[in-house]
């Protein structure tokens, strides 16, 4: 098999996973949104510690702890992940898939918009138009939902802060996302010993499948990255972008026909006029990423993201570095979607 249909297989391994990971947090439900996050942050960053050993590669974790400047930046990248992975977790447990994927849908466009107002982008005419289709689906879905769709503004911003900050940060991926899961750890672990002291946790008390579960949502985390990260080495970031489009589709018929959530009309069109907003944004894309070589060292900044999916090419508006989430690649430099 050639390098590149292996970087195929990869990239779509890796997305596959991130897309049936909005059946695996329903199967947790009966631990409740929060301490489900919990249980991903601290269980993450076992997995990556695990792997980080088995390459003996602690030089750039210890690094990034001795750089302030770094340990902010990737402190509010931390941040910003957690409650993009919190806000899916609850969308999804709580009946509300779609939202979700709709936020993953607009966070390209989101995205566009961050590297306009914090990296002095220029944006094409094709650009301006997929970011004005985003913002009238969004109007036509206030409408439709009788309410803002916080969610999906909330998945969509937390992911596009994600890779505007990874943007800043100078480190290869698997130490940035170590240093990420490392930050958020001390919190979690907090969290879920005071819900084993007062009882009310779930890891022991509810079946032994169900503690398998919370402890294999950090490999649900882990490995979809480390597939992501060597597709990243093998094909262009431009194929990568069309790949990361796989999660919110999926993500989007899971709600319709697995979830059989609500979906009138007004909904529809709503997500119509998203879906003609990105065909406009990766026509474009295509028009101008031309095809590019694996570049040596790509699959360690790619593997930086953390989100339910990530996003890969970075076009003019690239916004993030980030390697994933939920995730979880990025276009026009979103962060990889979560995911």
């Not at 391994?13 to 601290?42: C, K, N, Q």
């Not at 936020?103 to 005419?125: D, K, Q, T």
């Not at 070589?293 to 076009?315: F, Q, W």
Request: glycine share 10%; hydrophobic share 55%; charged share 10%.
């Amino acid at each position: 098999m050639s390098e590149s249909k292996r970087g195929v297989l990869f990239g779509a391994s890796a997305y596959l996973i991130w897309s049936f990971s909005t059946l695996y947090w329903p199967l947790l439900d009966a631990a409740g949104s929060v301490e489900i996050l919990a249980h991903r942050m601290v269980w993450a960053l076992l997995a990556v510690a695990v792997i980080l050993a088995a390459r003996g590669r602690w030089n750039g974790l210890l690094a990034a702890f001795r750089d302030r400047r770094k340990l902010l930046i990737l402190a509010g990248a931390a941040a910003a992940i957690s409650v993009n992975w919190g806000v899916f977790i609850y969308a999804v447990n709580s009946g509300q898939t779609s939202q979700a994927a709709l936020g993953y849908f607009i966070n390209p466009l989101v995205s566009i918009v961050f590297g306009v107002l914090f990296f002095a982008e220029r944006l094409r005419r094709a650009q301006w138009i997929a970011v004005a289709l985003g913002a009238l689906a969004v109007a036509v879905l206030t409408y439709a939902y009788g309410a803002l769709p916080w969610m999906s503004i909330t998945v969509a911003l937390t992911f596009a802060t994600y890779g505007a900050l990874k943007k800043l940060v100078s480190l290869d991926g698997l130490d940035s996302l170590a240093v990420e899961t490392l930050l958020i750890f001390l919190p979690a672990l907090g969290y879920l010993l005071f819900l084993g002291h007062s009882g009310t946790g779930t890891f022991t008390g509810v079946s032994t499948q169900h503690t398998l579960l919370l402890i294999g949502s950090g490999v649900v985390t882990a490995v979809p990255l480390l597939c992501f990260g060597a597709a990243a080495r093998r094909i262009p970031l431009s194929m990568i972008g069309l790949l990361q489009f796989m999660v919110p589709v999926m993500q989007f018929l899971f709600a319709w026909l697995v979830f059989a959530e609500e979906l009138p009309l007004s909904r529809w069109v709503g997500f119509g006029i998203v879906w003609v907003a990105l065909v406009v944004f990766v026509v474009d894309m295509l028009r101008h990423t031309g095809p590019r070589p694996p570049a040596a060292g790509r699959e360690d900044r790619a593997v930086a993201t953390g989100s339910e999916t990530p996003l890969s090419p970075r076009p003019v508006a690239a916004v993030g570095d980030a390697g994933c989430a939920d995730a979880p690649g990025q276009a026009a430099s979103p962060p990889r979607l979560s995911r």
